[in-house]
């Protein structure tokens, strides 16, 4: 069955960098791109960027641009989401998802991480 | 603020029928899916494409939509269906997802 499952929490101060893992198992890797959504502490589901999975294309969500990098790791069937210069409003579960499309109009994310909590403080 | 527009809480009775809307522009030209997430676990898709249930999704959970407007409708809700419910979809500009800000759902 499919799997993706992500490293575990972290605890990290303003202005670093965080680096989360999602390994994938259970379908051919190179064919579906990979989403990264986040939620903060009572709040709703972002969305952050999305990868192809060898890494030939990705799109960023505005508010992240220049601080987010997904990458891409086909050899070990993991994907990486890194945001840097954190602070504390990106305390938040990151969630990895498998994106499926059928058409030019509608695409779903099928499989999730089980998330990982990225916890900002000083 | 966000893309698509939920509203934030809807109540059902045990047994009722729910519907949980979506509205945005951009559900015009993509469909929207559905995600429930129950407290303090990962998102499940429940309902995708034009009205699309996964394996393992029941029956009464179904999916419409109209203009800009998507819904997700619960048919005989239990109390397992109480959760939050997020719409997604592309973005606007098609470079982009978003989702809906969630409808937490009680049931009574």
């Known amino acids: 069955q499919i799997q993706l499952v992500q490293s575990g929490a972290e605890v990290k101060r303003p202005g670093a960098s965080v680096k989360v893992s999602c390994k994938a198992s259970?379908?051919?890797?190179?064919?579906?791109?990979m989403h990264w959504v986040r939620q903060a502490p009572g709040q709703g589901l972002e969305w952050m960027g999305v990868?192809?999975?060898?890494?030939?294309?990705?799109m960023y969500e505005e508010k992240f641009q220049g601080r987010v990098t997904l990458t891409t790791d086909p050899s070990a069937s993991t994907m990486y989401m890194e945001l840097s210069s954190l602070r504390s409003e990106d305390t938040a579960v990151y969630y990895c998802?498998?994106?499926?499309?059928?058409?030019?109009?509608?695409?779903?994310?099928?499989?999730w991480g089980q998330g990982t909590l990225v916890t900002v403080s000083s | 603020s966000s893309e698509l527009t939920q509203d934030p809480a809807v109540s059902v009775a045990l047994g009722q029928t729910v519907r949980i809307t979506c509205q945005g522009d951009?559900?015009?030209?993509?469909?929207a899916s559905w995600y429930q997430q129950r407290s303090g676990q990962a998102p499940i898709l429940v309902i995708y494409?034009?009205?699309n249930r996964p394996s393992g999704i029941p029956d009464r959970f179904s999916g419409s939509n109209s203009g800009n407007t998507a819904s997700l409708t619960i048919t005989g809700a239990q109390a397992e269906d109480e959760a939050d419910y997020y719409c997604?979809?592309?973005?606007?500009?098609?470079?982009?997802?978003?989702f809906g800000g969630g409808t937490k759902l009680t049931v009574l």
């Open positions: 998802a498998r994106d499926v499309s059928d058409s030019s109009s509608s695409w779903w994310f099928d499989s």
């Open positions: 259970g379908y051919a890797f190179t064919g579906h791109y």
């Open positions: 990868i192809h999975p060898t890494g030939e294309r990705t």
């Open positions: 951009s559900l015009r030209n993509f469909y």
């Open positions: 494409a034009k009205n």
């Open positions: 997604n979809s592309r973005g606007s500009s098609g470079w982009h997802w978003v």
